[in-house]
């Protein structure tokens, strides 16, 4: 059955019109010495694409959707219909999902994971028809009431443990399909008060809940990268992994971090106090940038809006930083955690919605790959940094220099030749190469 009624959208260059076609995104064209598809790895995400509704805190649902005449098993069926049809349609490699997106959860864990086995054994028939593969998945451990006080952090035995059969679960899924990565995303992983919280014991049962992960995955052969996604609040008023900084502080104090590295999100960056080049910064110079979440959120409202990127100065920083990234995006990639807005709610909107995500990057793929080969960036911070490639600098970076023979050099040169930032002029720099590269 088809769904979207939609040939495959094909590359037509940024002097087309037609609002079915990619402007930038030409997945052939080689950047850097790899395609844009290589570059990118888009993925589609389940959950917003084909299990949302449209419905927000304050409305009802919105979204037209041909699958949604159906329900429960039969609906779950006709979504991994749509999903191979999207994915053809958009030309993406990629899709990632959470376990209650694809299933309806049943009466008993029993039948929920009969369930998940059906469809997982429908997508798998898709993927080996398709060649399409799952980038990543993960475990909804935050919608049911059973997650209201968290998952493996929860103050509840028999949560946990039940939390832990959802995960075993899950890497045996993504073991079946070949995922490439598993992620942790702790929507309740957080408290709401210290008044009745145990914080130490809460992060000392999340680490182990993780080691556990990592064994298991190790005895099935199950040999995907590990992630961790920072947010910073949302369902939870403070989350375990607030930003990239703290997601890396708890992956250190615990022996994690040979066995994980971040998904970092867009909006998450942004809730949390960042840009999203500040968290893929913190996240790449740490070794442990993995994949990323592509979306944005309104920064008039403080939530996670999960719009559709389409913001180029962004898409470019952000593509600046995977670029320089040793592997680049590696075996992660660029997933649409993203959702048509609620008036956007005719089924055609998800096409529009994706083209729009992936042109952006691809034209934030151009001109931060322009800027790497004219080394923009680089030729600022040599020169601003200068100072500490010779003399007093060169002993302080060589660890010659102590406090001895600082304090000696200062009292022999108290005359300082500080020189400008000069911050505006390199965002026009920026905007020129947005516009020109």
Known sequence: M????????????????????????????????????????????????????????????????????FSGMDQAKARVEACFELLHILDVDYFCFHDRDIAPEGSTLQETNANLDVIVGLIEEQMKATGKKLLWNTANMFTNPRFVHGAATTNNANVYAYAAAQVKKALEHGKRLGSQNYVFWGGREGYESLLNTDMGLELDNLARFMHMAVDYAKEIGFDAQFLIEPKPK????????????????????????????????????????????????VARINGALGSIDANQGDMLLGWDTDEFPTDLYSTTLAMYEILLNEGGIGRGGVNFDAKPRRTSFEQDDLIYSHIAGMDSFARGLQVAAKLIEDRVFENIVEERYASFKSGIGADIVSGKANLRTLEAYALENQSFELKSGRVELIKSVINQYIINA
């Open 2 to 69: 088809s769904y979207f009624n939609q040939a495959k959208i094909q590359y037509e260059g940024k002097q087309s019109n037609n609002p079915l076609a990619f402007k930038f995104y030409n997945p052939d064209q080689v950047i850097l010495g790899k395609t844009m598809r290589e570059h990118l790895r888009f993925a589609v995400a389940y959950w917003h694409s084909f299990s949302a509704n449209g419905s927000d805190p304050f409305g009802a649902g919105t979204y037209i959707r041909g699958w949604d005449r």
């Open 234 to 281: 949302e369902p939870s008023k403070h989350q375990y992994d607030f930003d990239a900084a703290t997601a890396l502080s708890f992956l250190q104090k615990y022996d994690l971090m040979k066995h994980f590295k971040l998904n970092v999100e867009a909006n998450h960056a942004t809730l949390a106090g960042h840009t999203f080049e500040h968290e893929l910064r």
